[in-house]
């Protein structure tokens, strides 16, 4: 196993030989778990701050009241607005009933219906506006901003996000976005790349689209080398990617990888092996773009309801008071980064978390506003900075790098949290459910020194395999192809939501038995090393007991003395049925002979005999009290497929 002794302590008792989870004592550890605590503990809230490294060289038209305006002026108090000004197009957004209803309220104050931010002395830079025709120049104008300021490492972390270019990093096939009416797939050997080539990436949902719509937006075996040598007319595509190519050539970008485009896709095409390089794919792309507020690729993101107008920009030169200097006004609306991105479409499915967190930052297009997210926190078009100490895991561009330098406890909740919540996400073919996350778990594997198979890290093997259905759902068991089936000890076997067992850290002792076993090599592609993987365990049968209907284990007088959570809905377990020991409670409770010690369990179902041993496939996991388990003098080690 590759679970290092420095995280838990051998305890050598009676029927058998269990690990403790405890942690080091040095210093380092010791900070990681304050620092980590003041994570966790956090509320997932948004901490909000005024964008004070936007430098946008507006032009503004402006009344001569506005010119030199008090922002301590009372909203009650203001005049007649000009209607060919900027700043009194915007002031008059704020409701009459609001003036009247706040007589005090100054213009400073009035954050629900103006934002007010202050300009930095330094001289702004001039921003160049690359060829093309942008329904969204100012918006656009914005997020090249965005990138200015991470790119000279002003976004809170020293050196930018930006990953160097580099040729040798490109993915397969880019698509060159070009100038004009046509766009060209591209493979990205050193006879079509430039030693200095970056790309974009574009997150997207497929959508439920028809034969005719899916042929537009995907390439096959048949018109992959028409595309590559004579391009295709941008106005042919979906709006989505049409919109995706526009943004590319105002961000000055000359190649974008779009996955239906650039994997070939159907009968002798290669999805199956370029699926595998997501991890890349996103973290070596120049920024991604996610078309977040888009149901399918015919949606587009740029026609978003809010319009142009609705969301005004202004400089004043200066205002009464010296003190307040050149400042930026703009029209409020509500910075809702959980809601419209979090909670939008695009992140309810499977394929787009790992899409997500792999990429190093993000321009995020959503009904109501743009939003930019990198390492230094998410930036929203109001001008304003946010930052979230719940989601900075996530945003770390150097993901999941960082998770090696957390505490223990820590790396176990944030694993678990990622896979929780990939299993409520939506996904087209239930079958890709191992694939969709595949890039997202090999980066965690590395990060830790581990293997991960089928959703289970080798260093936190006993905290993985405790997996259940959540609350009030239910799994399917999906049909696989055999060679790609996962094992019964799986999640990813199922369709469906699933939650872990919470056990306190150092109350569990893990046996130190269960341990992963090569097994033939397997076509699967999940595992790190290419192998196959079954699970061993010390295996035990429960006595005096039954398990009723709704996975209860009642003694011979009807006492409740264990539990046990069905993988499906259809559990039935024997009276005498097997179990493979997982851990037991730290804890006696003032029970001497330790006789209701709570067992963590997995529950098994008896397979054939396979050279003079048991073999067992899981059914459930829960507990169970050791009174109720036969212990023999000899341990019955089997293998769980």
Same mark, same amino acid.
């Given at each position: 196993?590759?679970?290092?002794?420095?995280?838990?302590?051998?305890?050598?008792?009676?029927?058998?030989?269990?690990?403790?989870?405890? #942690?080091?004592?040095?210093?380092?550890?010791?900070?990681?778990?304050?620092?980590?605590?003041?994570?966790?503990?956090?509320?997932?809230?948004? @901490?909000?701050?005024?964008? /004070?490294?936007?430098?946008?060289?507006?032009?503004?038209?402006?009344?001569?009241?506005?010119?030199?305006?008090?922002?301590?002026?009372?909203?009650?108090?203001?005049?007649?607005?000009?209607?060919?000004?900027?700043?009194?197009?915007?002031?008059?957004?704020?409701?009459?009933?609001?003036?009247?209803?706040?007589?005090?309220?100054?213009?400073?104050?009035?954050?629900?219906?103006?934002?007010?931010?202050?300009?930095?002395? #330094?001289?702004?830079?001039?921003?160049?506006?690359?060829?093309?025709?942008?329904?969204?120049?100012?918006?656009?104008?914005?997020?090249?901003?965005?990138?200015?300021?991470?790119?000279?490492?002003?976004?809170?972390?020293?050196?930018?996000?930006?990953?160097?270019?580099?040729?040798?990093?490109?993915?397969?096939?880019?698509?060159?976005?070009?100038?004009?009416? @046509?766009?060209?797939?591209?493979?990205?050997?050193?006879?079509?790349?430039?030693?200095?080539?970056?790309?974009?990436?574009?997150?997207?949902?497929?959508?439920?689209?028809?034969?005719?719509?899916?042929?537009?937006?995907?390439?096959?075996?048949?018109?992959?080398?028409?595309?590559? @040598?004579?391009?295709?007319?941008?106005?042919?595509?979906?709006?989505?990617?049409?919109?995706?190519?526009?943004?590319?050539?105002?961000?000055?970008?000359?190649?974008?990888?779009?996955?239906?485009?650039?994997?070939?896709?159907?009968?002798?095409?290669?999805?199956?092996?370029?699926?595998?390089?997501?991890?890349?794919?996103?973290?070596?792309?120049?920024?991604?773009?996610?078309?977040?507020?888009?149901?399918?690729?015919?949606?587009?993101?740029?026609?978003?309801?809010?319009?142009?107008?609705?969301?005004?920009?202004?400089?004043?030169?200066?205002? #009464?008071?010296?003190?307040?200097?050149?400042?930026?006004?703009?029209?409020?609306?509500?910075?809702?980064?959980?809601?419209?991105?979090?909670?939008?479409?695009?992140? @309810?499915?499977?394929?787009?978390?790992?899409?997500?967190?792999?990429?190093?930052?993000?321009?995020?297009?959503?009904?109501?506003?743009?939003?930019?997210?990198?390492?230094?926190?998410?930036?929203?078009?109001?001008?304003?900075?946010?930052?979230?100490?719940?989601?900075?895991?996530?945003?770390?561009?150097?993901?999941?790098?960082?998770?090696?330098?957390?505490?223990?406890?820590?790396?176990?909740?944030?694993?678990?949290?990622?896979?929780?919540?990939?299993?409520?996400?939506?996904?087209?073919?239930?079958?890709?459910?191992?694939?969709?996350?595949?890039?997202?778990?090999?980066?965690?594997?590395?990060?830790?020194?581990?293997?991960?198979?089928?959703?289970?890290?080798?260093?936190?093997?006993?905290? #993985?395999?405790?997996?259940?259905?959540?609350?009030?759902?239910?799994?399917?068991?999906?049909?696989?192809?055999?060679?790609?089936?996962?094992? /019964?000890?799986?999640?990813?076997?199922?369709?469906?939501?699933?939650?872990?067992?919470?056990?306190?850290?150092?109350?569990?002792?893990?046996?130190?038995?269960?341990?992963?076993?090569?097994?033939?090599?397997?076509? /699967?592609?999940?595992?790190?090393?290419?192998?196959?993987?079954?699970?061993?365990?010390?295996?035990?049968?429960?006595?005096?007991?039954?398990?009723?209907?709704?996975?209860?284990?009642?003694?011979?007088?009807?006492?409740?003395?264990?539990?046990?959570?069905?993988?499906?809905?259809?559990?039935?377990?024997?009276?005498?049925?097997?179990?493979?020991?997982?851990?037991?409670?730290?804890?006696?409770?003032?029970?001497?002979?330790?006789?209701?010690?709570?067992?963590?369990?997995?529950?098994?179902?008896?397979?054939?005999?396979?050279?003079?041993?048991?073999?067992?496939?899981?059914?459930?996991?829960?507990?169970?009290?050791?009174?109720?388990?036969?212990?023999?003098?000899?341990?019955?080690?089997?293998?769980?497929?």
């Amino acid at each position: 196993m590759a679970t290092s002794s420095s995280n838990f302590l051998v305890s050598r008792r009676h029927h058998g030989v269990y690990w403790k989870e405890v #942690s080091s004592s040095n210093i380092e550890n010791r900070k990681k778990r304050v620092a980590d605590r003041r994570r966790l503990g956090a509320k997932d809230e948004w @901490t909000p701050s005024p964008d /004070s490294k936007i430098r946008l060289d507006l032009s503004s038209k402006l009344c001569n009241r506005c010119r030199t305006i008090d922002l301590g002026t009372y909203l009650s108090s203001l005049p007649y607005l000009n209607n060919s000004c900027d700043l009194c197009q915007i002031l008059s957004k704020i409701p009459e009933d609001a003036r009247n209803k706040n007589p005090e309220m100054r213009l400073s104050e009035a954050s629900e219906y103006v934002r007010i931010r202050a300009v930095p002395e #330094s001289k702004p830079k001039h921003i160049s506006n690359p060829k093309g025709n942008s329904r969204s120049s100012l918006r656009l104008e914005l997020v090249r901003e965005w990138i200015r300021i991470c790119d000279e490492g002003q976004c809170s972390r020293s050196g930018g996000c930006c990953p160097d270019p580099d040729r040798s990093r490109m993915p397969t096939r880019v698509i060159d976005v070009g100038d004009g009416y @046509t766009a060209c797939l591209v493979l990205t050997d050193k006879e079509n790349m430039s030693e200095g080539a970056q790309y974009i990436a574009l997150s997207h949902c497929w959508g439920m689209l028809s034969e005719k719509q899916r042929e537009k937006s995907r390439t096959t075996t048949n018109n992959e080398k028409e595309w590559r @040598t004579q391009g295709f007319p941008v106005k042919e595509l979906p709006r989505t990617f049409q919109d995706a190519i526009s943004v590319t050539r105002e961000l000055g970008q000359r190649y974008l990888w779009i996955d239906s485009l650039c994997i070939i896709q159907g009968e002798g095409g290669d999805w199956a092996t370029e699926a595998t390089k997501m991890e890349a794919v996103f973290k070596n792309a120049y920024c991604t773009i996610a078309a977040t507020s888009a149901k399918d690729s015919t949606d587009g993101f740029l026609n978003r309801p809010l319009k142009e107008i609705d969301l005004r920009y202004v400089v004043v030169p200066r205002s #009464s008071k010296p003190s307040d200097g050149k400042v930026y006004i703009c029209t409020s609306i509500d910075d809702d980064f959980d809601g419209d991105v979090t909670k939008g479409v695009l992140n @309810t499915r499977a394929w787009v978390l790992q899409e997500r967190a792999l990429s190093r930052r993000t321009i995020h297009f959503t009904k109501r506003q743009t939003y930019w997210e990198c390492g230094g926190g998410v930036r929203c078009e109001t001008l304003t900075h946010m930052k979230n100490a719940n989601l900075s895991f996530q945003s770390d561009p150097e993901f999941p790098r960082s998770i090696k330098y957390r505490y223990v406890s820590t790396q176990i909740q944030l694993f678990q949290s990622l896979f929780r919540n990939y299993s409520t996400f939506g996904i087209a073919e239930h079958t890709d459910r191992p694939v969709a996350i595949e890039s997202l778990a090999k980066a965690l594997a590395k990060a830790l020194d581990t293997v991960v198979y089928y959703g289970i890290f080798e260093c936190f093997l006993h905290r #993985s395999l405790m997996w259940q259905p959540a609350q009030n759902a239910s799994l399917e068991k999906i049909t696989y192809e055999d060679n790609r089936m996962p094992p /019964s000890w799986s999640w990813m076997l199922y369709h469906g939501q699933i939650q872990y067992l919470q056990l306190e850290f150092r109350e569990v002792e893990w046996d130190h038995s269960v341990q992963f076993i090569d097994d033939k090599p397997s076509d /699967s592609g999940t595992s790190s090393k290419g192998h196959g993987y079954v699970l061993e365990a010390r295996v035990r049968r429960l006595r005096d007991c039954k398990v009723n209907s709704e996975g209860v284990i009642l003694d011979n007088d009807a006492n409740e003395v264990g539990l046990v959570n069905f993988d499906t809905q259809s559990g039935n377990f024997p009276p005498e049925g097997p179990c493979a020991i997982m851990g037991r409670e730290t804890r006696d409770d003032g029970d001497v002979d330790g006789l209701e010690r709570k067992y963590y369990v997995l529950f098994l179902a008896e397979g054939a005999m396979q050279l003079g041993r048991g073999t067992f496939t899981r059914v459930g996991m829960g507990s169970i009290q050791q009174r109720f388990l036969h212990f023999s003098d000899q341990d019955d080690m089997a293998r769980i497929f």
